[in-house]
Nanobody, 126 residues
Framework: QVQLVESGGGLVQAGEPLRLSCAAS????????MGWFRQAPGKGRDFVAA????????YYIDSVKGRFTVSRDNAKNTVYLQMNSLKPEDTAVYYC???????????????????WGQGTQVTVSS
């Protein structure tokens, strides 16, 4: 089992950057694919990006390509979401999630995630 704790959310103006972090417990972090999701007010939780356990493969939804970058530091059991050129429509609670995947680099958005963090609020003002 893995526990996830997000941090780094806040209030920023449109165009500014923000970096989210997600710290994971456990000694097998590199065996987990990691995903970032977000939930805007009044909407469901949507996939944003994912990274394989090795860090070699990533996936982004179209609306964040070129603006967001997902990365991980397996030595620190941490995954990051660097968000640049933020827009008001990026306002949401952001969640990181983990999926046990020791033998796969699949990072497609259809994969199911088993463990979730508590979320961190990102608010982008216009």
């Amino acid at each position: 089992q893995v526990q996830l704790v997000e941090s780094g959310g806040g209030l920023v103006q449109a165009g500014e950057p923000l970096r989210l972090s997600c710290a994971a417990s456990g000694r097998t972090f590199r065996s987990y694919a990691m995903g970032w999701f977000r939930q805007a007010p009044g909407k469901g939780r949507d996939f944003v990006a994912a990274i394989s356990g090795s860090g070699g493969r990533t996936y982004y939804i179209d609306s964040v390509k070129g603006r967001f970058t997902v990365s991980r530091d397996n030595a620190k059991n941490t995954v990051y979401l660097q968000m640049n050129s933020l827009k008001p429509e990026d306002t949401a609670v952001y969640y990181c999630a983990a999926r046990w995947a020791p033998y796969s680099d699949n990072v497609s958005p259809s994969q199911e995630y088993n463990y979730w963090g508590q979320g961190t609020q990102v608010t982008v003002s216009s």
